[in-house]
Nanobody, 116 residues
Framework: QVHFEESGGGLVQPGESLRISCSVS????????MGWFRQAPGKQRELVAS?????????SYPDSVKGRFTISRDNAKKTVYLQMNSLKSEDTAVYYC????????WGQGTQVTVSS
């Protein structure tokens, strides 16, 4: 069983930045393609960032967050990060990390609220 522990969410104003983190309890973390998802009230969960396995650092983002969000990983710490800049009210959601192509065992997520 995989355990994802997300943290770092909070309340910020539009235009501000926030970095969230996710620790992952698997022995071969560095071999896994990782991603961040979010789910806003009344909406389906969506993938907002992904990063390749190992140290190649290849990333992918949908147009809605491209240029504002940056995903990164620290394989030694088994942690994946999401730096979010220029936050908008529509970024308000619960954010989760998981495997982009085969999500499993969802964690509790971390709430990000963007509001003035």
């Amino acid at each position: 069983q995989v355990h994802f522990e997300e943290s770092g969410g909070g309340l910020v104003q539009p235009g501000e930045s926030l970095r969230i983190s996710c620790s992952v309890s698997i022995p071969d973390f560095d071999r896994n393609f990782m991603g961040w998802f979010r789910q806003a009230p009344g909406k389906q969960r969506e993938l907002v960032a992904s990063i390749s396995s190992g140290n190649s650092g290849r990333t992918s983002y949908p147009d809605s967050v491209k240029g504002r969000f940056t995903i990164s990983r620290d394989n030694a710490k088994k942690t994946v990060y999401l730096q979010m800049n220029s936050l908008k009210s529509e970024d308000t959601a619960v954010y989760y990390c998981n495997f982009p192509t085969r999500p499993t065992d969802w964690g509790q997520g971390t709430q990000v609220t963007v509001s003035s």
